[in-house]
């Protein structure tokens, strides 16, 4: 394969690995932050529980991927130090709000959450979640601020041999930026939301003695799932009408993604607000119903990634539609040896760490809310069975 085939793979891949972890967390953040409100309005332990049990999934998850986002940021000096160039003072100015205000801000309210359990008041603990899923909406809007930049470059205009930025509110409303971040958003309410249903699914089969803990974590995720995938596939459809001309016109290798993601969404549409919703109720106690929802469970991430794929393949062979080539993005004088020995370590990394990432969730979901790990108190955390 020539050096910048190699390189188009290795964002390809190294970008799905990282949205798996994007795509969940989006998802968990507003979930545990309802869980934790609930408890801070009715004292119950139950909805304690909840949120300590899901929160604490949602730090592991969290954790993990900061890693996988990092190698990302490496990759646009390493492979496309021509996109640097010619759009860095555009396209690199919501990258760089991204991490400064962003990704700060989610690390630091959710530190003050994790180790503010009977510390802080009730209300600035439960203020500090909602500012980790606020903070996380955030770090989204600037992500697709950025790609919405390469889809459509509004707001600049061509100085010399590069980009300038000339409006502002242009780059952040831009037309496949309004429809684009709801659709991202509720997608991630989905996925999160199924992760409950699928988990506390697999509890309820095996006749958990949680099940109080489990029919309410199913319920909450089939509620959660059916406004998340309601939202996916109407904003979904809604971009249709801001799509550049030609970008999915006789496009095998975009418009495949494209086709399954809206079949699939239509799908799973249909199963949530046909099946689960309106059996909520009896759900729980259906038995052989549990293995459906399992089956469900990994379905988001297969179309979150495949909606990705249709996005970024159909605006081939434009980086920037019709002012920076793919080609003319690249760095200059790469090799293909040297594009392989960087996919290889990178591809190895987040492999692990999704391979990491799911055993250590499946682990927890596997043993239930007991012996957790966060918002233990003193005499819980010196006990030699907490572990994750």
Known sequence: MEALDLARLQFAVTGSLHFLFVVLTLGLAPLVAIMNTRFARTGRPLH????????QIYVVNYALGIVTGLVMEFQFGLSWSGLSHYAGDVFGAPLAMETLVAFFLESTFLGLWIFGWGRLPTWAHLACIWMVA???????????????????PAGAVVSGDRLALVDAGA??????????LPHVLGA???TGAMVLVGASAYQLRRRTEEREFFTSSLRTGIVAAAIGIALTVAFGYSQFGHVQEGKFDDDPAASVPLALMMEGGNLLSLVVLLFMLPLIAKLPRWRW??????????????LS???WLARELGRQPW??????TVADAMTPGL???MVTASFTGFAVVLGLLAVVDYVLIARMVRRGPRDLALGASASEQRSPALSL
Do not use: C
């Open 319 to 324: 980086m920037i539609w019709e002012k920076l």
């Open 305 to 307: 990634i495949l909606g």
């Open 171 to 180: 780059l952040f409303t831009n037309d496949t930026l309004v429809f684009a």
């Open 188 to 190: 991630g309410l989905f």
């Open 335 to 337: 090799t293909p040896g």
């Open 48 to 55: 304690e529980r909840m949120t300590r049990f899901w929160g």
């Open 289 to 302: 119903a549990h293995p459906l929802l399992m089956a469900l469970t990994p379905l988001p991430f297969v």
């Open 134 to 152: 606020a903070t996380a909406y955030a770090s989204a809007f600037f992500i697709m601020v950025a790609n919405s930049f390469l889809q459509n």
